[in-house]
């Protein structure tokens, strides 16, 4: 690394503590691209440059410390997604698409901020690059539930919807079936002190060893003692089968949903690169401001 490159050399900056500074610049950061942009800060001697850099900061440190009505600041990168989307036939994950949705509606709450507010030109300039848009907004929340369970809804297409009733029914009536033989045999002391357990995601009874001969059903594990059999009813055998077909079913289907999804998000795929960048630059210039804070620094 050349120190002409730079304002000063690499002795003066760590006489003056300057790595100390970085360090705890880094740790204001929330994006590990932040946090490498912060590692690699170095002092400038461009007067515009600098110039434009602090009015940023000192614009940022004053929405933070006035306390004003401003949107949360809270993402996730969109780095793993970018290079899937540059993919023709890559499909994107479940929480991938969510942390495009989640970045696409804090983008559009910073523009909007930034243009009901005037007194900040320069630190809007960070998100110049990028437009308010409800559109793919409006091609996620119809398929996913973004603000509670963040799962792929049971109406986002009509064989979904009917894989996941007929999953409810089969589970009602596995449950049912285990519920009145558990009953009986709970009855006949045959069972353990917990009376049942779950086994790969199945619901089993936990039976005394001295009497699993006598319960009809299959062996599925034993207790690390031995002191206790695992036993998925008889009764439930075809159920638990044909649920494993339907959630089979249920996971080519969600498939199916995010590859569409998918295909409708590349043509935005260079908007989402901007909302990459803008929000990088964004957490750097927070960082910047939280630390100056933390310093009691103000503009020069």
Known sequence: MASQRYLTDLQTLQELQYPEILEQLKSFTISKS??????????IAHKSSIQFQLLQTHQRLSIIAHRRATPGFDFE?????????KLEDAVLSLEGIVRIFKASELVNQWL????????YPELAQVFSSCY???AILQIIVPVVDVHQTQKIKDDASPELYQIRSSIKS????INRNFEKEMRKLQKDGWLGETHETFISERRVLTVLSGYKRRVPGSVVGTSKTGSLTYIEPMVNRELNHELDCLLEDEKKEEYKILKSLSHYLRAYLTLIES?????????FISAKARLAMAQDATLP
């Open 170 to 173: 089969v589970r009602h009536k």
């Open 112 to 119: 909007t901020f930034f243009s009901e507010q005037n007194g």
């Open 275 to 283: 909302y990459q960048k803008a929000l990088v630059q964004f957490d």
């Open 77 to 85: 990168e969109l780095l793993t997604e970018i290079k899937y989307l």
């Open 34 to 43: 932040a946090t490498e942009m912060a590692g690699k800060l170095r002092p």
């Open 132 to 134: 308010a848009t409800d």
